[in-house]
């Protein structure tokens, strides 16, 4: 139960100093009995409307009841009835009070220590994790890096690399161009050899589909086992050799040509393979007799009457 702040029922003390009037009530802190006779100190406590003061040993009296008779009444001088006790029973009773408070500065003061020590030590783990994390993240952000240069000088090496063997392959291209012999052949392509038949439509796509990637290995499979597929236009499509003559493939024209692909074969919009042809195929794809300069003779001049 709440001790009473201010007066209490029917204007009593809040707290009380008196001599026991009997050897029947029991200090609320030690439950030793009170002598009769002897100083005791009593707290007002409210049950319900109605006063009743806990008793306790002056010896008992605690540094927090000490604190609130300061702070409510000013000093132990105030307390009701003080001013019946003996001058020695008045100064016993303040020792008492003086060594409560004391008592309760060296708590209170031990107890700001410990906060303070704690709080110093929180503040340190604090500043420990914030560095380990800092640490963590340099480290964290150096690994990062490091794989970064590794991978640009990956890349460079892989760059380097492509370079070269796109440059060697130039330099094979070259050499092919160099080599390349136009093979001689008649105006009109060779027919397939007999009995090889014409493949399918869908066969048809599959190989100027081989032809449009400018797989040149397909391309000559294709041929090689059916010579069918040299003039193949599915739908209107272009033929193999139009696409590697528009590619500039001097192995592949060299090849279709040699296999008897037709010069003469038109696109939709009506252009043969020497009207798309990059320059370093067009010798390849011209006729025969227009290459040699051997056309048919023009008629003889006639006579004059």
Request: one cysteine or more; glycine letters at 8%.
């Amino acid at each position: 139960m709440a001790e009473v702040a201010a007066e209490g029922p029917k204007g009593d003390d809040p707290y009380k100093v008196e001599l026991a009037k009997s050897n029947r009530s029991a200090c609320k802190a030690c439950k030793e009995k009170i002598d009769k006779g002897e100083v005791r100190f009593g707290s007002l406590v409210d049950m319900g409307g109605y006063g009743s003061y806990h008793w306790r040993h002056a010896k008992c009296i605690t540094p927090k009841q000490a604190e609130n008779v300061e702070s409510k009444l000013g000093s132990c001088e105030s307390l009701g009835g003080y001013a019946l006790l003996t001058p020695g029973q008045k100064a016993q009773l303040c020792k008492v009070f003086a060594a409560a408070k004391k008592s309760g500065d060296k708590v209170a003061k031990a107890k700001a220590k410990v906060k303070a020590k704690a709080e110093a030590k929180a503040k340190a783990t604090a500043a420990k994790k914030a560095k380990a994390k800092a640490k963590k993240e340099a480290i964290s952000m150096k690994k990062a890096a490091a794989k970064a240069k590794k991978l640009a000088v990956k890349a460079k090496a892989a760059a380097k690399k492509e370079a070269a063997k796109a440059k060697a392959a130039a330099k094979k291209k070259g050499k092919v161009k160099a080599k390349a012999k136009v093979p001689a052949r008649s105006v009109e392509a060779e027919a397939p050899a007999a009995g090889s038949g014409m493949p399918s439509e869908q066969e048809q796509h599959a190989f100027l589909d081989a032809a449009k990637r400018f797989d040149f290995d397909r391309v000559r499979d294709f041929v090689e086992e059916n010579p069918g597929y040299l003039n193949a236009q599915p739908a209107g499509r272009w033929s193999a050799l139009h696409q590697a003559a528009e590619k500039g493939d001097i192995e592949m024209v060299s090849y279709l040509v040699m296999k008897g692909a037709s010069l003469t074969v038109k696109t939709k919009d009506g252009k043969t393979p020497l009207d798309v042809a990059a320059d370093n195929c067009k010798a390849l794809l011209v006729p025969t007799a227009k290459r040699r300069g051997d056309g048919p003779e023009p008629p003889p001049k006639r006579r004059a009457a």
